[in-house]
């Protein structure tokens, strides 16, 4: 990877913030876009802004094949059997969302189980609350370690015969942990149970196989892997998608309307009411031209590389905490002590520097964690280790100005 050449391929990063050059270190949130998805997106509007599947008129056309050309790129990207198995929408939360009310609502009933764990973003979390106080089911959590990971022995003890649903995010947004989810599903499906994977930090980060996972439904977002915000991916075994009731009806959906009945198209398309989201497909596809061409193991490695030297800079920082295990995805996420972490990130803005302080929609993790909130810096394709080498030098500065008012 050459990352002089990648970062000239993102714009944004060539700006000043405060003065300064910037440094994005908030990649868990949003990834920057390249060039080639921007220029795909314009050119979609100034040459063939149309809608699709309606028109016979050449733009119609156009739009029409771009967009389901991004259903195909999407399916070779995370190997499914077929295009009827990639739904559109607006992204990970919205995915997660009909796999809850549609599939949940119809196959739970009182005494079942849905398992998921204390590292869950909100996304993978308030949808199966909601479903679990419709149907009667129980939420169950898997236990979590004090290294931030989860045991197969534990997985065990957690589902059971009354398992239905076992939902699991393959890579914590706080703690970088890469949870073991082939193995999960494994369990899962011993016991009768479907397997979800919340895949938004994963799908711009690593090679995805939904058929080697065996998943039975897999969420992801665009904004977090170069594409544009406002869509995002569902996959469903076919099987399973073509016995469930579409969440939104309306407009495109349909087959036949009458006056008091009407029916479904066909699969991918009775998911998707409404016109859908043309120009965030079609940068999606480019999105996804661009990272493959990198290739999706060297941007791995590289993150890798770069958050294990993150760790290891960090670990000579005095009353630094650092939440999760030492092997994680790219990024760290940690407390200063006796600085709130709103303070660091506004510190650390003033010096160029983006990165994100909260609860990182966990807030059943943060009560694990036994803090409010956490700062996080995460990583992408384009960051290097002099960026993290101008992170510490800020969190010393941050440090020593706390330390002088205090």
Same mark, same amino acid.
Not at 33 to 42: C, F, L, M, Q, R
Not at 275 to 291: E, S
Not at 317 to 340: D, Q, S
């Given at each position: 990877?050459?990352?002089?050449?990648?970062?000239?391929?993102?714009?944004?990063?060539?700006?000043?913030?405060? &003065?300064?050059?910037?440094?994005?270190?908030?990649?868990?949130?949003?990834?920057?876009?390249?060039?080639?998805?921007?220029?795909?997106? +314009?050119?979609?509007?100034?040459?063939?802004?149309?809608?699709?599947?309606?028109?016979?008129?050449?733009?119609?056309?156009?739009?029409?094949?771009?967009?389901?050309?991004s259903?195909?790129?999407?399916?070779?990207?995370?190997n499914?059997?077929?295009?009827?198995?990639?739904?559109?929408?607006r992204?990970?939360?919205?995915?997660?969302?009909?796999?809850?009310?549609?599939?949940?609502?119809?196959?739970?009933?009182? &005494?079942?189980?849905?398992?998921?764990?204390?590292?869950?973003?909100?996304?993978?979390?308030?949808?199966?609350?909601?479903?679990?106080?419709?149907?009667?089911?129980?939420?169950?959590?898997?236990?979590?370690?004090?290294?931030? +990971?989860?045991?197969?022995?534990?997985?065990?003890?957690?589902?059971?015969?009354?398992?239905?649903?076992?939902?699991?995010?393959?890579?914590?947004?706080?703690?970088?942990?890469?949870?073991?989810?082939?193995?999960?599903?494994?369990?899962?499906?011993?016991?009768?149970?479907?397997?979800?994977?919340?895949?938004?930090?994963?799908?711009?980060?690593?090679?995805?196989?939904?058929?080697?996972?065996?998943?039975?439904?897999?969420?992801?977002?665009?904004?977090?892997?170069?594409?544009?915000?406002?869509?995002?991916?569902?996959?469903?075994?076919?099987?399973?998608?073509?016995?469930?009731?579409?969440?939104?009806?309306?407009?495109?959906?349909?087959?036949?309307?009458?006056?008091?009945?009407?029916?479904?198209?066909?699969?991918?398309?009775?998911?998707?009411?409404?016109?859908?989201?043309?120009?965030?497909?079609? &940068?999606?596809?480019?999105?996804?031209?661009?990272?493959?061409?990198?290739?999706?193991?060297?941007?791995f490695?590289?993150?890798?590389?770069l958050?294990?030297?993150?760790?290891?800079?960090?670990?000579?920082?005095?009353?630094?905490?650092?939440?999760?295990?030492?092997?994680?995805?790219?990024?760290?996420?940690?407390?200063?002590?006796?600085?709130?972490?709103?303070?660091?990130? +506004?510190?650390?803005?003033?010096?160029?520097?983006?990165?994100?302080?909260?609860?990182?929609?966990?807030?059943?993790?943060?009560?694990?964690?036994?803090?409010?909130?956490?700062?996080?810096?995460?990583?992408?394709?384009?960051?290097?280790?002099?960026?993290?080498?101008?992170?510490?030098?800020a969190?010393?500065?941050?440090k020593?100005?706390f330390?002088?008012?205090?």
């Amino acid at each position: 990877m050459d990352i002089k050449e990648i970062r000239k391929q993102f714009p944004i990063l060539s700006q000043k913030v405060n &003065g300064r050059d910037l440094v994005y270190l908030d990649n868990a949130a949003t990834s920057q876009k390249p060039n080639v998805v921007i220029d795909a997106i +314009t050119k979609y509007y100034r040459e063939y802004n149309s809608n699709v599947h309606r028109g016979v008129h050449t733009l119609g056309t156009k739009a029409t094949d771009a967009y389901e050309g991004s259903r195909e790129r999407v399916r070779q990207f995370i190997n499914a059997k077929s295009v009827q198995e990639i739904i559109f929408t607006r992204g990970t939360t919205t995915g997660l969302n009909m796999v809850a009310q549609s599939y949940g609502r119809a196959n739970l009933n009182e &005494g079942d189980e849905i398992v998921i764990t204390y590292m869950e973003h909100h996304a993978n979390l308030i949808p199966w609350q909601q479903v679990a106080k419709e149907t009667g089911a129980t939420l169950k959590y898997i236990p979590l370690k004090e290294d931030g +990971t989860i045991s197969l022995s534990d997985v065990r003890n957690t589902i059971t015969a009354n398992t239905k649903i076992v939902s699991i995010a393959l890579v914590s947004n706080v703690l970088g942990t890469i949870n073991p989810v082939k193995e999960i599903g494994e369990i899962a499906h011993q016991n009768g149970a479907v397997l979800v994977v919340d895949a938004a930090q994963g799908a711009p980060h690593m090679k995805i196989d939904v058929q080697d996972l065996n998943c039975d439904f897999l969420a992801f977002s665009g904004h977090k892997m170069c594409a544009p915000t406002g869509i995002g991916v569902l996959y469903g075994k076919k099987e399973l998608l073509e016995n469930m009731e579409p969440v939104e009806t309306g407009g495109e959906m349909i087959d036949f309307v009458g006056l008091y009945e009407s029916t479904w198209k066909e699969l991918p398309w009775k998911f998707e009411a409404g016109t859908p989201i043309i120009a965030g497909a079609v &940068g999606l596809a480019a999105a996804i031209d661009f990272l493959e061409e990198i290739g999706l193991e060297n941007i791995f490695n590289h993150e890798h590389r770069l958050a294990q030297y993150a760790l290891e800079q960090c670990s000579n920082i005095e009353g630094m905490t650092i939440y999760g295990p030492k092997e994680r995805a790219g990024l760290v996420t940690f407390n200063l002590e006796g600085i709130h972490p709103h303070d660091v990130a +506004t510190v650390l803005d003033a010096e160029g520097i983006a990165i994100r302080a909260g609860h990182h929609c966990a807030q059943p993790l943060m009560k694990c964690l036994e803090v409010s909130a956490t700062a996080r810096a995460s990583f992408y394709l384009y960051n290097t280790e002099e960026e993290i080498d101008l992170f510490i030098r800020a969190i010393q500065k941050t440090k020593e100005y706390f330390g002088n008012v205090i």
